[in-house]
């Protein structure tokens, strides 16, 4: 069964200090994973595509990498404002092109 | 280039009674997929539309059950409606090929008394 599970479930952090969420996934035909940061109430804002295990992708103060069975969100120096639950999600194609994701990584940055 | 709009934001309803939900794509999306994400959870998928066909479903009974439009707007009906299934429904587009991105809308927040 494909599955993707994310650690910690919450991360609380001062700011500047830096930090890396894990995603772990076991699924037949990866075609992608992604990463989301979604804020309270609101819906997944996009933040990277990884295609193939050694690939890594940077926007401001968050690195992705990912290996064969992880990807790791790594962030840098991070301010209150980085405050969100960031979500993993693989992408497989069973006649859709669907997303399956992880529960979520709830990250806190105390000022 | 407008992104993915749900509507409504929030919606309150009774046990049984059926709501529909209304979903516009991206500028030039043909794909639409709907997800269901419970408090705390991470977004389940229903189901996704490409051209006004579906496509794939997930774990979800007919009672949930959707259209996408000619101009690749969409909308999912539940029927029945359940206690279960409070949560936020999310639509997201893509421009359906392999590997693209799904863009997702703010969600529609559905509580079920």
């Known amino acids: 069964e494909d599955q993707v599970t994310q650690s910690p479930e919450a991360l609380r952090l001062q700011e500047g200090e830096s930090s890396s969420l894990n995603c772990s996934y076991t699924?037949?035909?990866?075609?992608?994973l992604f990463w989301y940061r979604q804020d309270p109430g609101k819906g997944p804002e996009f933040l990277f595509t990884?295609?193939?295990a050694g690939e890594e992708k940077e926007k401001e103060r968050l690195k992705a990498t990912l290996t064969k069975k992880e990807s790791f969100l790594h962030i840098t120096a991070p301010k209150p404002e980085d405050s969100a639950t960031y979500l993993c999600?693989?992408?497989?194609?069973?006649?859709?092109?669907?997303?399956?994701f992880g529960q979520g990584t709830r990250l806190t940055i105390n000022p | 280039e407008t992104g993915v709009t749900q509507s409504p934001t929030h919606l309150i309803k009774t046990r049984g009674q059926q709501v529909t939900l209304r979903c516009s794509s991206q500028?030039?999306?043909?794909?639409v997929s709907w997800y269901q994400q419970a408090l705390g959870q991470g977004p389940q998928f229903i189901f996704q539309?490409?051209?006004?066909?579906?496509?794939g479903r997930g774990n979800f009974p007919p009672r949930f059950s959707g259209l996408q439009f000619p101009n690749y707007s969409s909308e999912l009906n539940v029927n029945a409606l359940e206690l279960d299934d409070s949560a936020l429904y999310l639509c997201?587009?893509?421009?359906?090929?392999?590997?693209?991105?799904?863009?997702f809308g703010p969600g529609t927040r559905l509580l079920v008394l």
């Open positions: 539309y490409y051209r006004e066909e579906e496509n």
């Open positions: 990884l295609y193939s």
């Open positions: 500028s030039g999306h043909n794909t």
């Open positions: 997201a587009s893509s421009l359906g090929t392999p590997q693209e991105t799904q863009y």
């Open positions: 699924v037949s035909g990866l075609r992608g």
């Open positions: 999600a693989v992408q497989i194609i069973q006649g859709a092109q669907k997303l399956v």
